[in-house]
């Protein structure tokens, strides 16, 4: 008889995007006159930049003559090189080639590489959280009991208006860290002195740090670090996900890289020690055939010099939206965090309304969507996402709505 993998029963129902599609078309159904604007996207709404067009298309016609069959499954060297030299190692910080593997996305690789560690490890996930890092986990048996919203064998890090939302050092040993900044959903960024203290942490411990820099791009302020390796120390406890989704428009045509340096180790019962890039690879040979070489040359001109100005006129494009809902929220009275080095902007519910109340209340009366906080972990309850993907006249219409709500 075939039998379930019975840590999928622990997992609750995913119905925030579902129940927030579900009330929103209930309400343009019963009022089908009014014009319903959409800031609770977590997708880019601008497509990919024409000189990643012009590659594509090029490459579409070398397809025809020439085969490209399977690739190397951790990418191709070209990418890879571009890869680590303007990510980088023109940086300032010290990265490989061959310690960049090329994925399809950031949520594959987030998702897949806890199966690299035992069963029994301590996970420390930040609350609010993106809930890739929890499932992945629950669904590999290391969640224990599913009780009034939490798992009863994670440690949560606990993200709040008192820690500025900035997760503090956990109380109790953990083995592994999710970290993730620029923030989804509170679009917070991390100073490296802040990192710092999760590197110390990490290598007294011999902790693994999972850092999530799906964002980085957003980053325009100068002090915040854009890497967790420009953190000293952190290439014997971290791995990085990057992703060019909300970089560069590729959340449909999927492109991402992971990196993970040499001195990185993990260990056995007898405390003897393994290579974790030896491990990944052997991981993604066996399970994965590599990123289309098709997308893998529209990348790489993401790394060209007029790739980047075009890729970071789009990004200018979104923050500049950001700004606009940032400002129009606390011309109101309500605090943030985000919205300046990241594309969704936190707020905090005015008159302690629920996540789902606010929802609500901006839907039914200016006809506004967002992302009720309380979907992203217990945390997140009493506040509210606004993402900065859209349109900047849908976006100034909508705070334009916002002023006229009374509380
Ligand atoms: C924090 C975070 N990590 C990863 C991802 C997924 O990225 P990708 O499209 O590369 O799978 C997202 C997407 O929303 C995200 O918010």
């Not at 129940?19 to 601008?46: H, S």
């Not at 300032?92 to 490890?121: M, R, W």
Request: aromatic share 12%.
């Amino acid at each position: 008889m075939i039998k379930l993998n019975e840590n999928y029963n622990k997992l609750p129902g995913n119905y925030l995007f579902t129940e927030i599609g579900r009330q929103v078309n209930a309400y343009q159904q019963a009022n089908p006159d009014k014009r319903i604007i959409r800031l609770g996207i977590g997708d880019v709404t601008k497509p990919l930049t024409g000189k990643v067009i012009s590659s594509l298309k090029e490459v579409v016609l070398d397809l025809e003559k020439n085969v490209h069959g399977y690739g190397p499954e951790q990418g191709y060297d070209f990418l890879r090189n571009k890869i680590a030299e303007n990510d980088f190692r023109s940086k300032g910080v010290n990265i490989a080639d061959d310690e960049i593997f090329v994925s399809t996305g950031a949520k594959e690789d987030t998702a897949n590489f806890q199966e690299l560690f035992s069963s029994d490890i301590k996970i420390a996930v930040p609350d609010p959280v993106y809930p890739v890092y929890v499932d992945s986990n629950v669904m590999a048996g290391r969640g224990g009991v599913y009780k009034g919203g939490r798992y009863t064998d994670f440690v949560y890090l606990e993200c709040n208006q008192e820690n500025n939302f900035i997760p503090e050092l956990p109380k109790q040993p953990v083995d592994l860290i999710y970290l993730c900044f620029p923030n989804n959903p509170t679009g917070q960024v991390a100073t490296k002195d802040e990192l710092k203290k999760w590197v110390d942490y990490a290598r007294a411990n011999k902790a693994l740090i999972l850092f999530d820099a799906a964002y980085e791009a957003f980053i325009r302020e100068d002090n915040i670090p854009h890497s967790i390796f420009e953190i000293e120390g952190a290439r014997e406890c971290a791995v990085e996900f990057r992703s060019l989704s909300k970089t560069a428009g590729f959340t449909g045509t999927r492109l991402s890289y992971t990196i993970i340096p040499k001195e990185l180790v993990v260990y056995d019962n007898d405390g003897k020690a393994y290579e974790l890039h030896k491990l990944w690879l052997r991981r993604q040979t066996t399970k994965f055939n590599g990123t289309a070489y098709l997308i893998q040359k529209g990348a790489e001109v993401v790394f060209t010099p007029e790739g980047k100005a075009e890729v970071d006129a789009t990004i200018n494009y979104y923050l500049e939206n950001a700004r606009i809902i940032k400002e129009g929220i606390t011309k109101l009275g309500i605090s943030s965090t985000g919205g300046i080095n990241s594309p969704y902007v936190w707020l905090k519910t005015p008159a302690n309304l629920s996540s789902w109340d606010f929802f609500h209340k901006l839907l039914n009366e200016v006809q506004v969507v967002g992302t009720p906080g309380a979907g992203f972990g217990l945390c997140g309850e009493g506040y509210f996402r606004l993402s900065a993907f859209g349109e900047k006249s849908n976006v100034e219409e909508a705070i334009d709505r916002l002023v006229k709500l009374k509380f």
